[in-house]
């Protein structure tokens, strides 16, 4: 897959304490399997779907204590100018750019509200090699409280033009493009979120059958959040893993209803 347009997802990966159980996990439930772990970038591995690259797995530095989470990437031609646009936007660096090896240069951000990120420049590795399909990566979304703001961080630091969903006073939903394609979603944390819940990125990985990814997660330890539910883009569930990293899953061959009406938004 080439590389992407600048802000567009291009990868996913996550931290976790046990990585064998994670492979375990995730290769029961999203039909995963993996390269040998990369002594060179700290035991980095690989996560493969019929073949192609989809996500990373990673075990923590010696004496780090961080909580297992998904981190999104969005593509950038020039890591150091966008970094310089989460600054001036308001966000905080949580790790400058950085050139890992001839692969690319990444960083680690939060937007205002708090929800990390990350942002790569792919060299050898442009970034996810199946996207869209069963057992890799579908969509995502930023879930916040404060729309207003993540909403200017986004188009400030992104290309981004938003279309926000027609939904009443029932749901504030915010679709970010990139020409004409949507690239991101954006959703208000409502009540249903405990308030002990920080802002996060909602990352969505594909499957061929919710419920069955479903009682496969719950069966290995997996929790069940929300769902599933049927929707006009896919019936979906969000969970957490046995190591408390949150995901969600969609199955977007089973929709439901009528595309919501969207609105330009200036």
């Not at 075990?59 to 998904?70: F, I, T």
């Not at 896919?234 to 061959?253: N, Y």
Request: with cysteine; glycine share 14%; charged share 20%.
């Amino acid at each position: 897959m080439a590389v992407q347009p600048e802000g567009t997802p291009c990868w996913v990966d996550a931290m976790f304490h046990d990585v064998e159980g994670a492979k375990n996990f995730y290769g029961a439930v999203l039909g995963w399997t993996f390269g040998e772990p990369s002594s060179e970038f700290g035991g980095y591995t690989q996560a493969h779907k019929d073949g192609r690259a989809v996500a990373g797995l990673v075990p923590p530095m010696p004496g780090e204590e961080m909580p297992s989470a998904w981190c999104l990437y969005f593509a950038s031609p020039d890591a150091a100018a966008t970094a310089e646009r989460i600054r001036a936007a308001g966000g905080e660096l949580m790790m400058e750019p950085a050139q890992v090896g001839g692969l690319g240069t990444m960083a680690l951000a939060r937007e205002p509200g708090g929800a990390v990120f990350g942002v790569w420049q792919g060299a050898a590795h442009e970034g996810f090699e199946k996207a869209g399909e069963a057992g890799a990566y579908s969509w995502a979304e930023l879930c916040t409280r404060d729309t207003a703001r993540a909403d200017s961080f986004l188009m400030e630091v992104f290309p981004y033009r938003a279309r926000q969903m027609d939904g009443g006073n029932e749901i504030d939903y915010r679709v970010f493009s990139i020409g004409g394609n949507p690239v991101l979603g954006r959703m208000e944390m409502g009540p249903d979120f405990p308030a002990e819940v920080p802002p996060f990125i909602s990352v969505y990985f594909g499957v061929a059958d919710c419920d069955a990814a479903v009682a496969k997660a719950t069966e290995l330890g997996g929790k069940l959040v929300f769902g599933p539910m049927d929707s006009p883009f896919g019936r979906f569930a969000a969970l957490v893993d046995p190591q408390d990293a949150a995901f969600a899953v969609i199955d977007m061959g089973r929709v439901a209803g009528e595309m919501p009406a969207m609105t330009d938004v200036v």
